[in-house]
C-alpha cells in the first residue's frame, strides 16, 4: 500500500511527464479508489500544485503547452487508432470534409477507405502527404506558415482560403474539451483557424481520446454547442458523456 507522500509524488510526476492527470487513469495506476485519488488531487490543490479540473487536473497554471506532435502520437495511440477507424466510416460516397491538425485526426485519414471517393480539404501537411496519391479522393491542401508542432498551416493565407470553401463534416481535434469551458488548443493561430472551419462546415465531428475530456487548453476555439458529435475512446468517464449527452451531442465511444 503507497503512503499518502507516494502517491502525490507519483501524481505531480506524472503531470509533469504528461501535461494533465485524470481520475480514471490514475485510480488504475495507484490501485487504489476513486475517492482516494479526488481527496489526493484536493490536498496537492490545498497545497497549489496542481489545478484541479472536472475528471481530473492540470498544472497550476490550467494552460496546457505546446507538445510536439512526435511526443503526442505516442500517448493514447491505440485508442486514438480506434478512434479514426470510427470517424472514417462516416465519410460517404463523395462526401465534402475538413481535415484539421493532431494525432487522432491523422488517424482518420490513415483508415479513409481505399475505395473512398471525396473531397479533403486538410491543414496538415502529413495529412495531405498519406493522401495525396489516393485516385479517389481530390485533395486541397491549405497554404501558411508550417507550425513545427502540429505539421499544421496556420494564418491569414489558410484563414482566408478557408472561408471560402463549404463542406459537410468536420473532423476536428482538440488539446482540451471541457463541457462548461469548450473546446480549446494550444495555439491561438490554430484556435483562429479552426473556427474557420467550423464556420465552413455543416457538421462538426470532434475526435479526441478521454484524457482531453473535463481538459482546458490556452486558447478557445468555442462552445460545446458548436459541435454535433464526439467520437471517444471507451475509457471517457460517464459524467462527462452524460453532460455532452445532456447537451444535444452525440458520443461515441469506441
Partial sequence: ???????????????????FVTVHDLQKELNVSEATVRRDLRDLEGRDLLHRTHGGANPQSHLLYDRPI?????????????????????????DSI??????????????????ATAMVVTACVHTALDLVDRPGIELIQLGG?????????VGASATTMMSTMSCRKLFLGVDGLDVRHGLT?????????NQCMIAAAQEVIVVTDHSKLGVRGFSKICATDRI????????????????????????ICV
Fill in 1 to 19: 500500500m503507497q503512503s499518502p507522500a507516494e502517491r502525490h509524488n507519483h501524481i505531480l510526476n506524472t503531470l509533469r511527464q504528461r501535461g
Fill in 70 to 94: 512526435s511526443e503526442k502520437a505516442k500517448r493514447y495511440s491505440e485508442e486514438k487508432r480506434r478512434i479514426g477507424i470510427a470517424a472514417a466510416e462516416l465519410i460517404e460516397k463523395n
Fill in 98 to 115: 475538413v481535415l484539421a491538425s493532431g494525432t487522432t485526426v491523422l488517424e482518420v485519414s490513415r483508415h479513409i477507405s481505399p475505395n
Fill in 145 to 153: 506558415m508550417v507550425r513545427a508542432t502540429s505539421t499544421s498551416v
Fill in 185 to 193: 488548443t494550444s495555439s491561438p493561430q490554430e484556435a483562429n483557424l
Fill in 228 to 251: 454535433d458529435k464526439i467520437i471517444t475512446d471507451d475509457q471517457a468517464p460517464q459524467e462527462t458523456v452524460r453532460l455532452l449527452e445532456d447537451n444535444g451531442i452525440e458520443v
